[in-house]
């Protein structure tokens, strides 16, 4: 006798799989951006101008990478990331800042990314990601992330000097991008090619 429910078919089982890995990158984004951000720390402890904003900034990188890598399971893993970082280090006992450091740590990359898409024509699969496009990207994104987080600013009545803040959050995220790409291409040279 046949069951009265329909057989389970592949769409069902796709879109359960599609999900697994959204929040595998999702959460996987979030670790990177964490662990970018006590690298910072460790390695870079005088460089800041302001709390969280500084003239090398590493999770910059993952603010960068996470997106472009991931689209928008990088973006959500970075604004948890962020989150994480503003809510419970830099600003715990100011949580309008942390939630509005968050949506711009993620945001601004997140629309660059769609920039490259749509304007630059790259494609998700990144196969037409060149080296060019790439160092096109980081100045863009140097320039979206400081000016989002500084509107913030601006709008909230923050008593942050604006100009110069921004200078130094450009720099800084744009430095902190570039340190982590060259440190990430350094580190797949370092990994043998497969044998064909």
């Known amino acids: 006798m046949p069951t009265p429910y329909p057989p389970r078919d592949d769409i069902g089982q796709g879109a359960a799989e599609r999900a697994g890995l959204a929040c595998a990158g999702i959460v996987g984004a979030a670790l990177f951006y964490l662990t970018l951000a006590r690298l910072q720390d460790w390695a870079f402890p005088h460089v800041e101008f302001v709390r969280g904003v500084g003239w090398i900034?590493?999770?910059?990188?993952?603010?960068?990478?996470?997106?472009?890598?991931?689209?928008?399971?990088?973006?959500?893993?970075?604004?948890?990331?962020?989150?994480?970082?503003?809510f419970f280090h830099l600003y715990p006992d100011d949580p309008v800042r942390s939630l509005a450091?968050?949506?711009?740590?993620?945001?601004?990359?997140?629309?660059?990314?769609?920039?490259?898409?749509?304007?630059?024509?790259?494609?998700?699969?990144?196969?037409?990601?060149?080296?060019?496009?790439?160092?096109?990207?980081?100045?863009?994104?140097?320039v979206a992330s400081p000016l989002m987080h500084?509107?913030?600013?601006?709008?909230?009545?923050?008593?942050?000097?604006?100009?110069?803040?921004?200078?130094?959050?450009?720099?800084?995220?744009?430095?902190?991008?570039?340190?982590?790409?060259?440190?990430?291409?350094?580190?797949?040279?370092?990994?043998?090619?497969r044998r064909r």
């Not at 890598?69 to 990088?74: A, D, Q, S, V």
């Not at 790259?122 to 980081?138: D, E, G, I």
């Not at 959050?169 to 990994?191: Q, S, T």
């Open 150 to 193: 500084h509107l913030w600013f601006w709008l909230h009545g923050d008593p942050v000097d604006l100009a110069q803040g921004f200078v130094v959050m450009a720099v800084g995220d744009m430095v902190g991008a570039l340190i982590v790409l060259y440190l990430l291409k350094g580190m797949l040279a370092l990994v043998p090619a």
């Open 101 to 142: 450091g968050g949506l711009s740590s993620a945001l601004a990359p997140y629309l660059v990314y769609l920039f490259a898409l749509r304007v630059l024509g790259m494609q998700a699969s990144l196969t037409n990601l060149t080296s060019r496009r790439l160092l096109l990207l980081v100045p863009l994104f140097g």
């Open 57 to 86: 900034y590493l999770p910059a990188g993952a603010r960068l990478l996470c997106p472009l890598l991931l689209g928008l399971p990088g973006a959500i893993g970075v604004l948890v990331g962020s989150w994480c970082e503003c």
